[in-house]
């Protein structure tokens, strides 16, 4: 146990074995934290505190919240923020964007060709037994070949500070709105933090969506209609499919704003019908049709799916790519990167095992409590069964759930995910830290969005940080340079602007010799 | 303008924030000036005016034990259940608005966002202090949402939705006050009490050099034509609005049902014997509630919810 201390607090560093982001001594900041540290070492811990509550009210009259267990919360910005040097975000980059090709090309091959299972890639009963696919998406092949517009890909830091990815979203990842609203107000309460560090901006990602979902249109929509689809004000992710509609300038609609006829789709306007074009929806496959998926569905549009089937509208994530998301097909993702693009992958998977192999199966089994234990098709951190800490109850009911179907459970090696320093109810202590980049791809090439959202999980040791548990974030900085240049002129004008004119005012002697006397 | 329309769903969210808006400010200024006869008034029956004052709000209590100011101010001030309550409206406007956030500007959910976020707060200093802070803070966060409407929103179809909706109910809300006047004289607020509470009494006393009676301030709540809260000056607003939103060709009257209803509505008023106001007041007054139904009614129809009926054919063949 070693502490150090940071704006006159004490920083208690926990002796997990993680990672530390910021320090990489007692008292020593990474190069890359040196001018952050000094900067915030300065700051007075009462100011900070004072700083924290603003950001924190900022949130709430902004309404930048996350439905936690049905209660509109904001969603906690943490005012320490996460650095990541050039060097190092210029692999993550590369990686990211690796991966999001090998998926693009494994889903086109899984509902097209089947080439991956003709050269035993990986087994054909993985995938079709996998809860996510989809055969109504068989033949639906989207017109500029792309399935995973939007990405989120997960990632931590290992104990050796070796980024791993964890697990890959290629359905509807959301969070990238708290990366724009993070920025937005990190900008604002910490200006002078912004001006010693030269940071990537983050603002242009609606832009790059929306060019990415109108690449997306059908063949022969010169000026397509491109909307959100919402399931609506009561879904977690609400605020984010407003923040996205807002700042593309397109309509965000519900299911009921929207009707197909003869598989075209169209939405309900105040004099008449509109066609839509492309929709990027942000309701999961199971809700999209109630007319192909489940009949229950009142947020869906029904003939959605034979609309895109015939080619007339194109959805944005495709129908069917949760299979990519299934935490068993997850382990042959390194296969496809080597099979698909001939390329090493550039980050590695956790440590992962396959449970159908009975020897494993058995290996794992015999020591369940050195394992972190995912159901395959979990997402937002359900089920998820952490070995170390779990109790003896909470280990025998997962022991019999996966001798019950081992295809539905992988086991992999715990990490302990990096910390970062962080402050918690008064404190500045370690907390548990991953990071999520975004990827958008219109099919000229996957662009990623510098940084991504930082996650944290607020109880100590805590492991898990979806923001469906309760999780907070962290404002994330890419920076362009390990060490910051001396600046030039701010902008490139030719020549100083003219003095604008002298503002008007009204003619008011008889108030000035008044004043004056 | 508008060739483009808009989402329906969203038009309606529009509709109702500018009605849920207005309501919590007409709510407010009626409630504060009948606070102040019941506190002014030494001979006040507090029981009758706020029975009074519920059953023009269109929330009559039947109960036969007396109700109390606290009570009455429970119902049509503080309970965020009922939509008819200040509150209440507030919750309303905030839900449309959550609803169309990617639409109104982001000062105007914020502003509306803090209003929800601060009202708890200012209901608990009310109850200790009485409520005429509270509905002063009502006045003044209302009149910035106006504000923010008016000067950061284009002036477009949802625009016109929102003031449509604001106009509908400012007239609704006059004729229901006017109707209290008149119907219950000796519970309601004097006439000039009355024009403070529409915030009317500077350009009413500017307007005329006549007796300030009864008649005069009714025929300048009613049929003034500069008076932005008058009837009159509200008829023709909305109207305008629903032309921007749907033009009519110039040579055909519109076929409009919500267009006709205020016509009929406008003429009956437009070319009325100011005199003969107070006479034929009950009976305008309810011709103007009906009215404002009639056209909720149309617009509801017309724009809102025009789905057609389910066809079950068979899924488009390929």
Known sequence: MCSVALMGMIFEDDSSGAWNEMFEAPGKPRPIYERLFAEIDRFDPAELLQRSDQLSHTFLDRGVTFAHSGEERPFPLDLMPRLLGAIEWDLLERGISQRVRALEAFLGDVYGAGQVFEDGVIPKSVVTTSSHFCRAAHSIEPPNGVRITVAGIDLVRDEIGKFRILEDNVRIPSGVSYVIENRRAMTQTFSALFSNHRVHPVDSYPARLLAALRLAAPYGIGDPVVVVLSPGVYNAAYFEHVLLARMMGIELVEGRDLVCRSNHVFMRMTNGERPVHVIYRRVDDDWLDPLQFRPDSVIGVAGLVNAARAGNVALANALGNGVADDKLVYTYVPDFIRFYLGEEPLIENVETFRLEDPDVLGEVLQSLDAYVLKPVDGSGGKGIVIGPQADEQTLTSVRDAIIMSPRNWIAQRPVALSTHPTLVDEQVSPRHVDLRPFAVSGGQGVWVLPGGLTRVALGAGELVVNSSRGGGSKDTWVLNDQLVAPRGPATDVGQPPRNAGVIPRQNDEYTDQEAEQ | ?318
């Open chain 2, 1 to 318: 303008m508008s060739e483009q329309g808009m989402l329906s769903r969203l038009a309606e969210s529009l509709y109702w924030i500018g009605r849920y808006v207005e309501r919590a400010d007409d709510t407010a200024r009626t409630v504060d000036s009948y606070v102040h006869r019941m506190v002014e008034d030494p001979f006040n029956d507090e029981d009758a005016t706020c029975r009074s004052l519920l059953s023009i709000l269109g929330m009559p209590y039947e109960k036969d034990e007396p109700i109390t100011r606290a009570d009455m101010l429970q119902v049509i001030v503080y309970d965020v259940e009922n939509p008819n309550s200040i509150a209440g409206a507030f919750s309303g406007a905030y839900e449309n608005a959550r609803r169309s956030r990617d639409f109104i500007s982001s000062e105007m959910w914020i502003a509306l966002n803090k209003t929800r976020n601060r009202l708890p707060q200012m209901e608990s200093t009310a109850r200790l202090l009485g409520p005429s802070s509270y509905l002063e803070y009502v006045r003044e966060r209302t009149a910035l949402l106006a504000g923010l409407t008016d000067a950061t929103l284009s002036h477009d179809d949802g625009w016109n939705f929102l003031v449509l909706g604001r106009t509908i109910e400012r007239i609704d809300m006059t004729a229901r006050l006017l109707r209290g006047r008149v119907l219950s004289a000796e519970h309601a607020p004097d006439w000039l009490a009355f024009l403070r509470a529409n915030g009317a009494m500077e350009s009413f006393m500017r307007s005329t050099n006549e007796l300030h009676d009864a008649n005069s301030v009714a025929t300048f709540l009613i049929l003034d034509r500069l008076f932005p809260r008058s009837v009159l000056f509200s008829l023709n607003l909305a109207d305008s609005c629903l032309f921007e939103i749907q033009p009519s060709g110039q040579r055909i009257a519109s076929a409009d049902m919500a267009r006709q209803s205020l016509a009929r509505a406008r003429g009956r008023l437009d070319f009325m014997d100011s005199s003969q106001l107070l006479a034929q007041l009950p009976e305008l007054l309810e011709m103007l509630e009906d009215t404002c139904l009639l056209v909720n009614d149309a617009i509801t129809t017309k724009f809102f919810r025009h789905e057609d009926a389910v066809l079950w054919s068979s899924e488009g063949a390929l």
